[in-house]
């Protein structure tokens, strides 16, 4: 059962997908947020919430949450990863360089952080 009070992050999460399916974007980033307000050590909500966020072409804040997620979950590639690509859409190539390359440190056979940071070398050629 989900708890109303607000303190259940994983009926918290429940909703915000709920939300996305139903296109009600600014609902599930709420909900996503209180989620972190519960559970603010939880890496993968940080992930989600950054996850969502790209989605909405909202790249600073979606950069901002894959941080706090790798912060929270050392050599978590998925964040590294998602911080990555979000650097590289916002042209901070230096930056997307350094989690492309941190991607690598925590999974050395990640062929797309591999491809990644090839691509970002080449713009700063």
């Known amino acids: 059962a989900v708890r109303l009070d607000g303190s259940d992050s ?11 399916r139903m296109e ?20 993968e909500l ?5 996850l969502h966020l790209r989605d909405q072409h909202q790249l600073a804040q979606a950069l901002a949450a894959c941080r706090q997620a790798s912060a929270r979950k050392p050599g978590f590639v998925e964040a590294h990863l998602g911080a990555a690509g ?6 901070h190539t230096r930056d ?5 390359e941190a991607a690598i440190a925590a999974a050395p056979g990640r062929a797309d952080a591999h ?10 050629d």
């Open 10 to 20: 994983d009926g918290l999460l429940q909703l915000a997908r709920t939300y996305k």
């Open 24 to 43: 009600r974007a600014p609902d599930a980033t709420g909900a996503l947020r209180r989620a972190i307000a519960v559970r603010p050590d939880e890496a």
């Open 46 to 50: 940080h992930q989600e919430l950054a």
């Open 86 to 91: 979000c650097a590289a859409e916002l042209d």
């Open 96 to 100: 997307a360089v350094r989690e492309y």
């Open 115 to 124: 491809r990644g940071l090839g691509a970002m070398r080449r713009r700063l």
